[in-house]
T-cell receptor, first 111, second 113 residues
Framework: KQEVTQIPAALSVPEGENLVLNCSFT??????LQWFRQDPGKGLTSLLL?????REQTSGRLNASLDKSSGRSTLYIAASQPGDSATYLC??????????FGTGTRLQVFP | NAGVTQTPKFQVLKTGQSMTLQCAQD?????MSWYRQDPGMGLRLIHY???????DQGEVPNGYNVSRSTTEDFPLRLLSAAPSQTSVYFC????????????FGSGTRLTVV
């Protein structure tokens, strides 16, 4: 059974800091890994999807890396801003027909 | 706007009552799924469907029923509501189930008293 965990559960930082969010998964036979953002009271928005053949993916100030052999992914946020405050979730597909989500990291960036 | 529409946004039920959470998508996606989100537990899969007429159980299916009579709609039924079903429910759709192109609804916040 695939299990996905995220550390830390919550993070509060001042504006401008560089951040690393961690995601671990138990079954390394994954097709891809995806990072989502969730704003309070809203649904999830996909940020980055890393295919199993890739080691990293970048979008603006976000960079996600994937190490299948160690069962880990990191989401790096450069020069954090208050608008980055949200919950970040990682997810991996299981059996090709569903997503398994991590427990999430709640990020607060204060001015 | 194209996307996933969930109704209602908020609902309060009494223990033992039944209700249906509605989910509709207009993107012609084959895959649809229901998740519940509880504090500290991420999103857990309740039921999912890989196409019209096909449904299957996820991680936490007890107390819920689903059906998929059309590609567009995937309602979630609570048969006899219990306080343990107090949660935020999300519906999602995707062209395939393997992570690509997932679109989420904005959620239904359900309280069972």
């Amino acid at each position: 059974k695939q299990e996905v965990t995220q550390i830390p559960a919550a993070l509060s930082v001042p504006e401008g800091e560089n951040l690393v969010l961690n995601c671990s998964f138990t079954d390394s036979a994954i097709y891809n890994l995806q990072w989502f953002r969730q704003d309070p009271g809203k649904g999830l928005t996909s940020l980055l999807l890393i295919q199993s053949s890739q080691r990293e993916q970048t979008s603006g100030r976000l960079n996600a890396s994937l190490d299948k052999s160690s069962g880990r992914s990191t989401l790096y946020i450069a020069a954090s801003q208050p608008g980055d405050s949200a919950t970040y979730l990682c997810a991996v597909p299981f059996n090709t027909d569903k997503l398994i989500f991590g427990t999430g990291t709640r990020l607060q960036v204060f001015p | 706007n194209a996307g996933v529409t969930q109704t209602p946004k908020f609902q309060v039920l009494k223990t033992g009552q039944s209700m249906t959470l509605q989910c509709a998508q207009d993107m012609n996606h084959e895959y649809m799924s229901w998740y519940r989100q509880d504090p500290g537990m991420g999103l857990r899969l309740i039921h999912y469907s890989v196409g019209a007429g096909i449904t299957d159980q996820g991680e936490v299916p007890n107390g819920y029923n689903v059906s998929r009579s059309t590609t567009e709609d995937f309602p979630l039924r609570l048969l006899s509501a219990a306080p343990s079903q107090t949660s935020v429910y999300f519906c999602a759709s995707s062209p395939t189930g393997d992570g690509y192109g997932y679109t989420f609804g904005s959620g239904t916040r359900l309280t069972v008293v």
